[in-house]
């Protein structure tokens, strides 16, 4: 069993505070969170960065991923070392994970700039139903869609500040591999936590 954050943005997202090497710092002093995806909005070139610095660390590993923001909402790619062709609509980008054996996730999709209620019939491998930096009632609201639809639920933090890192969780049951992890995912063998001391605990 591994325990991942799915949704991290870096220095290289224009919001965010965390750099690569602070990110890598928490990982490497958390005690349980190992996994941590690099989904920075609409580019990907943070990853090589993150990824090198993890390299000492074989208790770490870094999911490549992208923050997609469509003209209806944002879904993140889990998985994915390279950007949807473009116009990113919501069609696009989930054929494109699907082509690529990737994982799209309807992110906070009950706030500003989810996807709201399209979620459901979008073709989403998955729901982020626990998103830190989301309400109590989006999440709730995220959490009831999934379980509707019938799809798995995950876990991430959206942190853009080093403290909000990590503040919720996803517990996978699966190895310490990129491909291991995205299969559980879309098997839905996942569970979805806060950590003690954060707003959703
Ligand atoms: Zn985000």
New binding site residues.
């Given amino acids: 069993m591994i325990r991942a954050d799915f949704?991290i943005?870096t220095t290289f997202s224009f919001d965010s505070a965390i750099s690569p090497k602070t990110l890598v710092e928490k990982l490497v002093t958390h005690p349980s969170v190992k996994v941590a995806a690099v989904?920075d909005?609409n580019v990907i070139n943070g990853l090589d960065t993150v990824r090198r610095l993890a390299a000492p660390y074989p208790d770490l590993l870094i999911i490549p991923g992208v923050?997609i923001t469509t003209n209806q909402g944002?879904i993140?790619i889990l998985g994915t070392e390279e950007l949807p062709p473009k116009p990113w609509s919501v069609e696009n980008v989930v054929d494109f994970a699907k082509e690529t054996a990737c994982v799209s996730v309807a992110?906070?999709p009950f706030r500003e700039w989810g996807l709201g209620e399209l979620a459901r019939n979008s073709g989403v491998d998955a729901i982020e139903v626990l998103n830190g930096?989301s309400s109590v009632w989006a999440n709730r609201q995220a959490r009831d869609l999934a379980k509707t639809a019938g799809l798995p639920g995950i876990a991430g933090s959206?942190s853009h500040s080093p403290q909000d890192l990590f503040s919720v969780y996803t517990e996978v049951q699966a190895d310490l591999s990129v491909d291991d992890i995205l299969k559980a995912i879309r098997k839905g063998i996942v569970s979805v936590f806060a950590a003690e001391g954060s707003i959703h605990f």
């Fill in positions: 949704h943005h989904t909005h923050e944002d993140v992110v906070h930096a959206d």
